[in-house]
């Protein structure tokens, strides 16, 4: 069957002409829109500019087919062979092409748009600033695949292998790169914003200038990469590894990156403001410099010495507040409690987080966070709503003042009088707080505030402090009880 007999008929109504023979036809131009072609030979044909939009080219062979600006929109082209097809400015937009063969085509700017390409085979195609917006790419072969200036927003490419690829410059923001193989590709200048990068593999994948903020690498293998200046500012960095990884000047302001492997990476010039301190592995780090300001323009530099090296500014453990209540927590308890916690972090925004409660049938723990130099304001501050506020308040105070040049550096204290001063005001505190009706009423119903405590304190050294300890703490409640009618 020739191309005029196709023609004629096609005219006449006719749509089928399945196993059709059309290999080095000229067809460009020519509408066979919602025909099936499945299994036909257009091998070599010349396709240019035809309209074959709904057309069913399943398992079709194109192989070296000319579709030039083609329009394929929603065609059906499952398992079809489009090797080396020149596919520039074609339209497939909405096209399946789950397990086809795409190796070495061309698809220059073509429209590809929430197209399925589930496990089709694209090696070495050609997409430079390709159309791909909610494309379905799962387990997609585009390994030393060509998509410089492509735009993938949206789109799905979880397992795909896009091994050597170069990717610089391409839009994949809000694309999902869950588990997919990136290893030595160029992703330089992307936009990988907001993308789901969980469990990728990026070794030794270029990222420099990328934007990968509010990006989730958690787990992703990232040793070696190049993440010079890259924007990973609010990006989820957790347990990834970094290993030898360039993060110069790359921007890290408020990334979460609590469990990552840092081994042997270089971070100078690094913005680290609102990073964690602490649950990273940081041996044998490169880092001269880094930018701690709120908005990384360089008005706030740490210098690090090559002695001090990264313990400057990575602690070992994570500085910490632990109030030891000798009681167990009711619902009444809990609800005075955290109304309380409220009043003061109104007062006092030191108190920025609430504590993490760990409560047994004996004792209740409270756990609060923070840097080195203001775990004694907190411990100030956690303790306002016992008894023995104004004991480990006085503890506190009078601990300072013993403090030596070594234990002030030890605990970041840079003025102990400021500091003292500071306590003594919260110390008034105690008066002041006025908690909602219901919850005053409850306050003074509740022996929780009256039990004996215990204040300790951890600074990022894994120095431990107790500041106060009840004459009465841990002992039995009989013991307790004669204790209290002693010291009334």
Not at 294 to 314: C, N, R, T, V
């Amino acid at each position: 069957m020739n191309v005029t007999e196709i023609l004629i008929k096609y005219a006449a109504g006719v749509k089928d002409f399945r196993g059709a023979n059309l290999a080095e036809a000229n067809l460009s131009g020519v509408n066979l829109s919602g025909a099936d072609l499945s299994e036909a030979d257009l091998s070599v044909a010349n396709l240019s500019g035809a309209y074959l939009t709904n057309t069913n080219l399943s398992q079709a062979r194109l192989n070296v087919a000319r579709l030039r600006g083609a329009n394929l929109s929603k065609a059906k082209l499952i398992q079809a062979n489009l090797n080396v097809a020149n596919l520039i400015r074609a339209d497939l937009g909405g096209a399946e092409l789950t397990q086809a063969a795409l190796i070495r085509a061309e698809l220059i700017r073509a429209e590809l748009s929430k197209a399925i390409l589930k496990e089709a085979n694209l090696n070495g195609a050609d997409l430079r600033e390709a159309a791909l917006r909610e494309a379905d790419l799962s387990r997609a072969n585009l390994s030393e695949a060509n998509l410089r200036g492509a735009v993938l927003t949206g789109a799905n490419l979880q397992g795909a292998n896009l091994h050597a690829a170069d990717l610089s410059r391409t839009d994949l923001s809000g694309s999902n790169l869950r588990e997919t193989e990136l290893k030595q590709t160029n992703l330089s200048c992307a936009n990988l914003s907001g993308a789901d990068l969980s469990g990728a593999n990026l070794r030794w994948t270029d990222l420099s200038g990328a934007n990968l903020s509010w990006a989730n690498l958690s787990k992703a293998k990232l040793s070696g990469a190049n993440l010079r200046g890259a924007d990973l500012s609010h990006a989820n960095l957790i347990n990834a590894s970094l290993v030898y990884a360039d993060l110069t000047q790359a921007r890290l302001i408020h990334a979460d990156w609590i469990g990552a492997d840092l081994t042997g990476a270089t971070l100078t010039a690094a913005k680290l403001h609102g990073v964690s301190r602490v649950g990273l592995k940081t041996q044998g780090i490169i880092c001269e410099w880094i930018d701690l300001s709120p908005e990384g323009d360089k008005s706030e530099i740490l210098h690090l010495s090559a002695e001090e090296g990264s313990q400057k500014f990575f602690n070992e453990t994570l500085p910490i507040v632990r109030i030891v209540i000798d009681a167990p927590l009711d619902i009444n308890a809990n609800l005075v409690l955290a109304s309380t916690y409220h009043q003061i972090s109104q007062a006092y925004p030191f108190l920025k987080q609430a504590p993490s409660i760990e409560a047994s049938l004996r004792k209740t723990v409270l756990t609060f966070t923070g840097n080195n130099d203001e775990l004694f304001i907190l411990a100030s501050l956690g303790i306002l709503p016992f008894n023995d506020a104004v004991a480990t308040q006085q503890n506190i105070i009078s601990l300072i003042n013993k403090f030596k040049t070594p234990d002030l550096k030890a605990w970041d204290i840079k003025d102990p009088k400021q500091i003292q001063q500071f306590i003594k005001a919260i110390a008034q505190t105690i008066q002041t707080i006025e908690p909602g009706q219901v919850v005053s009423n409850l306050k003074g119903k509740v022996n929780f505030f009256r039990a004996s405590t215990q204040t300790a304190i951890t600074n990022s050294s894994n120095q431990t402090l107790t500041v106060h300890t009840h004459p009465s703490f841990g002992k039995p409640l009989m013991t307790r009880q004669n204790t209290t009618r002693k010291e009334q």
